[in-house]
Protein backbone atom coordinates (compact mmCIF):
# COMPACT_ATOMS: atom_id res chain seq x y z
CA UNK A 1 0.00 0.00 0.00
CA UNK A 2 3.19 2.19 0.75
CA UNK A 3 4.04 2.37 -3.25
CA UNK A 4 0.17 2.75 -4.25
CA UNK A 5 0.06 6.10 -1.77
CA UNK A 6 3.88 7.27 -2.45
CA UNK A 7 2.50 7.43 -6.57
CA UNK A 8 0.38 10.10 -5.16
CA UNK A 9 2.76 12.33 -3.39
CA UNK A 10 3.62 15.06 -3.63
CA UNK A 11 0.02 16.75 -3.49
CA UNK A 12 -0.65 20.33 -5.15
CA UNK A 13 -1.96 22.67 -3.01
CA UNK A 14 -5.39 22.56 -4.31
CA UNK A 15 -5.36 18.67 -4.02
CA UNK A 16 -3.83 19.17 -0.01
CA UNK A 17 -6.84 21.11 0.76
CA UNK A 18 -9.76 19.09 -0.92
CA UNK A 19 -8.40 16.50 0.81
CA UNK A 20 -7.86 18.44 3.94
CA UNK A 21 -11.14 19.87 3.77
CA UNK A 22 -13.00 16.11 3.73
CA UNK A 23 -11.29 14.77 6.20
CA UNK A 24 -13.38 16.16 9.14
CA UNK A 25 -16.78 15.52 7.44
CA UNK A 26 -18.76 15.27 4.05
CA UNK A 27 -19.03 18.29 2.19
CA UNK A 28 -20.52 19.60 -0.89
CA UNK A 29 -18.78 21.64 -3.37
CA UNK A 30 -19.42 25.45 -1.97
CA UNK A 31 -18.56 23.63 1.58
CA UNK A 32 -14.94 22.31 0.14
CA UNK A 33 -14.63 25.92 -1.12
CA UNK A 34 -15.64 27.31 2.43
CA UNK A 35 -13.82 25.06 4.85
CA UNK A 36 -10.71 25.32 2.52
CA UNK A 37 -10.94 29.54 3.10
CA UNK A 38 -11.55 28.68 6.29
CA UNK A 39 -8.74 26.33 7.19
CA UNK A 40 -6.22 28.81 5.66
CA UNK A 41 -7.65 31.87 7.10
CA UNK A 42 -8.58 33.17 3.88
CA UNK A 43 -4.93 32.62 2.29
CA UNK A 44 -6.25 30.16 -0.22
CA UNK A 45 -9.09 30.49 -2.25
CA UNK A 46 -10.51 27.74 -4.65
CA UNK A 47 -12.32 29.01 -7.28
CA UNK A 48 -15.13 26.51 -9.45
CA UNK A 49 -12.89 25.81 -11.78
CA UNK A 50 -10.25 24.47 -9.87
CA UNK A 51 -12.10 22.63 -6.79
CA UNK A 52 -14.19 20.33 -9.56
CA UNK A 53 -11.49 19.60 -12.10
CA UNK A 54 -9.51 18.30 -9.13
CA UNK A 55 -12.56 17.01 -7.52
CA UNK A 56 -12.77 14.70 -10.95
CA UNK A 57 -9.60 13.59 -10.97
CA UNK A 58 -9.73 12.57 -6.90
CA UNK A 59 -12.65 10.68 -7.90
CA UNK A 60 -10.78 8.91 -10.63
CA UNK A 61 -8.11 8.01 -8.74
CA UNK A 62 -10.51 6.91 -6.08
CA UNK A 63 -8.96 9.00 -2.95
CA UNK A 64 -12.60 10.39 -2.88
CA UNK A 65 -16.48 9.38 -2.99
CA UNK A 66 -19.31 10.85 -4.52
CA UNK A 67 -22.19 11.13 -2.62
CA UNK A 68 -25.06 12.29 -4.51
CA UNK A 69 -27.48 13.84 -3.53
CA UNK A 70 -28.26 14.16 0.21
CA UNK A 71 -32.40 13.49 1.37
CA UNK A 72 -33.63 16.97 2.49
CA UNK A 73 -31.13 19.30 0.82
CA UNK A 74 -32.95 21.65 -0.84
CA UNK A 75 -30.69 22.39 -3.61
CA UNK A 76 -30.49 19.26 -5.72
CA UNK A 77 -27.96 20.17 -7.76
CA UNK A 78 -25.67 19.74 -5.17
CA UNK A 79 -23.94 16.59 -4.25
CA UNK A 80 -21.79 15.52 -1.92
CA UNK A 81 -17.89 14.07 -1.34
CA UNK A 82 -16.33 11.89 1.17
CA UNK A 83 -12.80 11.23 1.51
CA UNK A 84 -11.96 7.65 0.64
CA UNK A 85 -9.89 5.17 2.65
CA UNK A 86 -7.17 5.50 0.13
CA UNK A 87 -7.50 9.24 0.47
CA UNK A 88 -7.19 9.28 3.97
CA UNK A 89 -3.96 7.49 3.40
CA UNK A 90 -2.61 9.62 0.86
CA UNK A 91 -3.13 12.84 2.80
CA UNK A 92 -1.85 11.34 5.89
CA UNK A 93 1.68 10.43 4.13
CA UNK A 94 1.45 13.99 2.42
CA UNK A 95 1.05 15.10 5.88
CA UNK A 96 4.12 13.09 7.39
CA UNK A 97 5.78 14.17 4.11
CA UNK A 98 5.51 17.87 4.78
CA UNK A 99 6.21 16.90 8.83
CA UNK A 100 9.86 15.73 6.99
CA UNK A 101 10.05 18.73 4.50
CA UNK A 102 9.49 21.22 7.78
CA UNK A 103 11.92 19.89 10.30
CA UNK A 104 14.70 19.90 7.57
CA UNK A 105 13.52 23.29 6.76
CA UNK A 106 14.35 24.58 10.69
CA UNK A 107 17.36 22.62 11.31
CA UNK A 108 18.81 24.59 7.94
CA UNK A 109 17.77 27.78 9.09
CA UNK A 110 19.13 27.81 12.57
CA UNK A 111 22.30 26.20 11.59
CA UNK A 112 22.46 29.41 9.00
CA UNK A 113 21.92 31.94 11.67
CA UNK A 114 24.56 34.40 11.52
CA UNK A 115 27.36 34.48 14.29
CA UNK A 116 27.57 37.65 16.47
CA UNK A 117 29.64 40.58 14.90
CA UNK A 118 32.74 40.85 17.20
CA UNK A 119 33.23 44.40 18.27
Not at 64 to 88: I, K
Not at 96 to 107: F, I, M, P, S, T
Amino acid sequence: MKEEVSRFLPLSPATLHILLSLAGEDRHGYGIMQEVARQSEGRYKLGPGTLYDNLQKLLDWRLVEDLGQRAGDQDPRRRYYRLAPMGRAVLSAEVARLDEVVREAKLRLQAAKPKPRRA
